[in-house]
């Protein structure tokens, strides 16, 4: 078992650059299932759900060639079986993007239901209700496999009752090869939805109006092989800003997609950060003299705040002058982690969905833990900028999604480090 050791009060300071995106690549290589040749991806970032994505296709036939660390190869032309076991899947939510893929290639899927994060109940009944539209008979077996299967797939209208990345993202994969044309209404706007439009038309789809609430799919027979290049991680990025902020640092973030980041850019400048984007427009520069104010935030679909970024603000928040609102809008339970920022002297109260943040002038470090991927990210600013030695357990989450975080960080010049410790060591045992 591994831990992060941080020892708090030290700012961020110098340039760092940015990995793919996590969210676009975990789509994008279930997406290669489709093609009828090889497809080299690149910029993909070196995070434990790549790999365990890697490890599923290989698992199924597909030749995998890694031609450096940021870029593979693969060739889905020998995978012969539709169906994906639980021992595959578990360990990541983004496993359903599967079920779409095979659904495109062989007009049915057999795929276990997924793990990844635990943040409230996340059903997937849009992608079942978008597969039955399409023309598939979906049903939940006893063993948790979710089986679909379909005579042919025919486009059709399909409106989302929410606005649902995943349900999108799975309907445009099953789509590009349905007879017709497909329209989703209410879909999904998310910069990782354009980057996989991309892709797709770029092995050959037809797809229309990804970053609008409504995207056309005119099918086609078949996709080829391409060359790809994924976005950089628009949450990294995000994480990194406010890492720099809390810290009261200068960093220049590289590698990013300044208009990604508009609405985190925009209540960092609220609480009195500098955010200035460079000549190239290809990254920001970020800086604070740590005198930060209050904001309220409210977590929306893109282009709206994003969820993903709600736990990192929230300790920056913790430690800013006033007292702040942040109102979750996308997940249930997604506070989990605010008992964890308790114990390093925190004031959030939760009620539901909404948390009242008054501000502190320290935090104090203290053991906590990791309770998913991005309050992983939370914990790690908190450390940053507490009082003493944070020491971080479940760090698996944070592996998921943050490519050489240590790394990054310590060439910043923050203190962290990844060590080992026994099994049954924990050093936060059941706290609530």
Same mark, same amino acid.
């Given at each position: 078992?591994?831990?992060?050791?941080?020892?708090?009060?030290?700012?961020?300071?110098?340039?760092?650059?940015?990995?793919?995106?996590?969210?676009?690549?975990?789509?994008?290589?279930?997406?290669?299932?489709?093609?009828?040749?090889?497809?080299?991806?690149?910029?993909?970032?070196?995070?434990?759900?790549?790999?365990?994505?890697?490890?599923?296709?290989?698992?199924?036939?597909?030749?995998?060639?890694?031609?450096?660390?940021?870029?593979?190869?693969?060739?889905?032309?020998?995978?012969?079986?539709?169906?994906?076991?639980?021992?595959?899947?578990?360990?990541?939510?983004?496993?359903?993007?599967?079920?779409?893929?095979?659904?495109?290639?062989?007009?049915?899927?057999?795929?276990?239901?997924?793990?990844?994060?635990?943040?409230?109940?996340?059903?997937?009944?849009?992608?079942?209700?978008?597969?039955?539209?399409?023309?598939?008979?979906?049903?939940?077996?006893?063993?948790?496999?979710?089986?679909?299967?379909?005579?042919?797939?025919?486009?059709?209208?399909?409106?989302?009752?929410?606005?649902?990345?995943?349900?999108?993202?799975?309907?445009?994969?099953?789509?590009?090869?349905?007879?017709?044309?497909?329209?989703?209404?209410?879909?999904?706007?998310?910069?990782?939805?354009?980057?996989?439009?991309?892709?797709?038309?770029?092995?050959?789809?037809?797809?229309?109006?990804?970053?609008?609430?409504?995207?056309?799919?005119?099918?086609?027979?078949? +996709?080829?092989? &391409?060359?790809? /290049? !994924? =976005?950089? @991680?628009?949450?990294?990025? $995000?994480?990194?800003?406010?890492?720099? #902020?809390?810290?009261?640092?200068?960093?220049?973030?590289?590698?990013?997609?300044?208009?990604?980041?508009?609405?985190?850019?925009?209540? +960092?400048?609220? &609480?009195?950060? /500098? !955010? =200035?984007? @460079?000549?190239?427009?290809? $990254?920001?520069?970020?800086?604070?003299? #740590?005198?930060?104010?209050?904001?309220?935030?409210?977590?929306?679909?893109?282009?709206?705040?994003?969820?993903?970024?709600?736990?990192?603000?929230?300790?920056?928040?913790?430690?800013?002058?006033?007292?702040?609102?942040?109102?979750?809008?996308?997940?249930?339970?997604?506070?989990?982690?605010?008992?964890?920022?308790?114990?390093?002297?925190?004031?959030?109260?939760?009620?539901?969905?909404?948390?009242?943040?008054?501000?502190?002038?320290?935090?104090?470090?203290?053991?906590?833990?990791?309770?998913?991927?991005?309050?992983?990210?939370?914990?790690?600013?908190?450390?940053?900028?507490?009082?003493?030695?944070?020491?971080?357990?479940?760090?698996?989450?944070?592996?998921?999604?943050?490519?050489?975080?240590?790394?990054?960080?310590?060439?910043?010049?923050?203190?962290?480090?990844?060590?080992?410790?026994?099994?049954?060591?924990?050093?936060?045992?059941?706290?609530?």
């Amino acid at each position: 078992m591994e831990k992060f050791v941080i020892e708090g009060g030290h700012r961020l300071n110098g340039e760092v650059t940015i990995s793919g995106a996590k969210n676009a690549v975990v789509a994008i290589l279930p997406a290669v299932l489709l093609s009828d040749g090889i497809c080299r991806i690149e910029n993909i970032p070196n995070i434990s759900d790549v790999t365990t994505m890697i490890k599923i296709l290989h698992g199924m036939g597909a030749k995998i060639r890694m031609i450096n660390p940021t870029t593979v190869e693969i060739d889905p032309r020998p995978v012969n079986s539709h169906i994906v076991e639980h021992d595959l899947t578990r360990k990541m939510r983004a496993s359903y993007y599967l079920i779409g893929a095979l659904l495109g290639r062989y007009s049915k899927a057999c795929v276990a239901m997924p793990g990844g994060c635990d943040f409230g109940v996340r059903p997937i009944d849009q992608h079942i209700r978008g597969f039955e539209a399409l023309g598939a008979q979906v049903t939940m077996e006893k063993n948790a496999m979710v089986n679909v299967k379909a005579d042919m797939l025919i486009g059709t209208s399909i409106y989302m009752d929410v606005v649902t990345v995943g349900a999108t993202i799975n309907v445009m994969l099953a789509a590009v090869k349905a007879r017709g044309l497909t329209i989703i209404e209410n879909a999904a706007k998310e910069p990782h939805i354009v980057d996989l439009a991309n892709f797709l038309n770029t092995m050959g789809a037809d797809v229309r109006g990804a970053g609008t609430d409504v995207i056309k799919i005119r099918g086609v027979e078949s +996709l080829h092989g &391409c060359t790809y /290049s !994924i =976005i950089p @991680d628009q949450i990294e990025a $995000g994480t990194f800003m406010v890492a720099t #902020a809390a810290t009261g640092g200068r960093v220049h973030i590289k590698n990013i997609i300044p208009k990604h980041l508009e609405s985190i850019t925009a209540k +960092l400048e609220e &609480c009195g950060v /500098s !955010i =200035i984007e @460079d000549e190239d427009g290809e $990254g920001l520069v970020v800086s604070s003299n #740590a005198n930060l104010v209050r904001c309220n935030v409210k977590t929306m679909p893109h282009p709206g705040f994003p969820t993903d970024m709600q736990p990192q603000m929230t300790v920056l928040l913790s430690v800013a002058e006033g007292t702040s609102v942040v109102s979750e809008s996308v997940w249930d339970n997604r506070f989990k982690y605010v008992d964890q920022l308790t114990r390093m002297g925190a004031l959030i109260h939760v009620d539901g969905k909404v948390a009242v943040v008054e501000g502190v002038k320290k935090l104090q470090g203290a053991p906590v833990r990791a309770d998913d991927l991005r309050a992983g990210a939370a914990m790690i600013i908190a450390g940053l900028i507490a009082s003493g030695t944070t020491e971080i357990e479940n760090i698996e989450y944070i592996d998921r999604g943050y490519d050489n975080i240590v790394g990054k960080l310590t060439t910043l010049g923050a203190k962290i480090d990844r060590v080992n410790f026994p099994d049954g060591e924990a050093l936060v045992k059941n706290v609530g």
